[in-house]
């Protein structure tokens, strides 16, 4: 379906980014990806994807805090895979401390990766998409989008305005081949939660796989793990011929959490 197209996804050495990214060139896509790591971690995934699909990946080491690295990626993309027709926003780091102890510059990082990125890559993105007639942008946002959790401050504030970004692109490109969507997922089980849940183990003393169980019960009504396989299938059907028409929208894949 995606045979011939180039996809950005930012962060996905990693996590809910990597099966957003194998989801996509299983699909056919040839892939840029980005992200931290391990080197020679990184290359062995490339090959994988690409052998593994047949499909053309490169890798950028592009860090998302900073725009003009950003709009580099974009640029690197468009000149070694022949365009960008999507981009998938997805890097994004979590701080969590009150409000009133809330380091600056981590709020300044959260800001930067999570949100100020997006804009970026959009900006940069957008300019091919509409010289190609299509594109879609795809921007993983949260359940922390639309509702608010204590101690998250830059994440929801970053998270709520991903959404509001994702609105305003969508209706600046209604008339166009181009789509903007945000994926709006709850607890997903990647290196980001596991931080989160070794720490909750830790404060009160219970075993990770207690913590694991805390963490979901206080949120998700399912109690299960969304798993980047299912969210990076949701791209795929946002990037396909039914979804021509989804626009501004945010899809939570959250097991009920923002239906409380
Ligand atoms: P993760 O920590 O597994 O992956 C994050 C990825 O972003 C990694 O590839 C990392 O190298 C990359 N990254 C971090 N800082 C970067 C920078 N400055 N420049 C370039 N790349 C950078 O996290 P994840 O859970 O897969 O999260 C991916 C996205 O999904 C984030 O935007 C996160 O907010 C969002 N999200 C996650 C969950 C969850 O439960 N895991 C829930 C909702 C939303």
Not at 79 to 100: F, M, P, R, S, W
């Amino acid at each position: 379906m995606l045979k011939g197209k180039a996809a950005i996804v930012t962060g996905s050495t990693s996590g809910i980014g990597l099966g957003v990214a194998r989801a996509l060139a299983a699909a056919g896509a040839d892939i840029m990806l980005n992200g931290f790591g391990d080197r020679a971690e990184i290359e062995r995934t490339r090959q994988d994807l690409a052998q593994g699909f047949g499909v053309r990946v490169l890798y950028s080491d592009a860090d998302m805090s900073d725009g003009a690295q950003v709009a580099g990626m974009v640029q690197t993309c468009a000149e070694g895979l022949g365009g960008v027709h999507v981009l998938v926003n997805n890097a994004g780091i979590q701080h969590t401390a009150a409000v009133d102890d809330f380091p600056d510059e981590r709020w300044d990082s959260v800001i930067a990766i999570n949100l100020s990125a997006v804009f970026h890559g959009i900006k940069a993105a957008l300019p091919h998409m509409k010289a190609a007639g299509w594109g879609r942008i795809v921007n993983i946002a949260s359940a922390h989008g639309l509702v608010a959790s204590v101690n998250k401050s830059a994440y929801v504030a970053a998270k709520h305005g991903v959404i509001g970004l994702t609105k305003v692109v969508a209706l600046e490109t209604a008339e166009t081949g181009v789509t903007c969507n945000a994926i709006c997922p709850g607890w997903v089980l990647t290196p980001l939660v596991q931080k989160q849940i070794d720490a909750l183990a830790a404060r009160e003393g219970i075993a990770p796989d207690e913590a694991k169980v805390r963490l979901l019960s206080e949120k998700q009504p399912s109690k299960q793990f969304t798993t980047p396989e299912q969210l990076g299938e949701l791209a795929v059907f946002l990037c396909g011929p039914a979804a021509t028409n989804i626009r501004g929208a945010s899809i939570t894949v959250d097991g009920g959490w923002t239906a409380q």
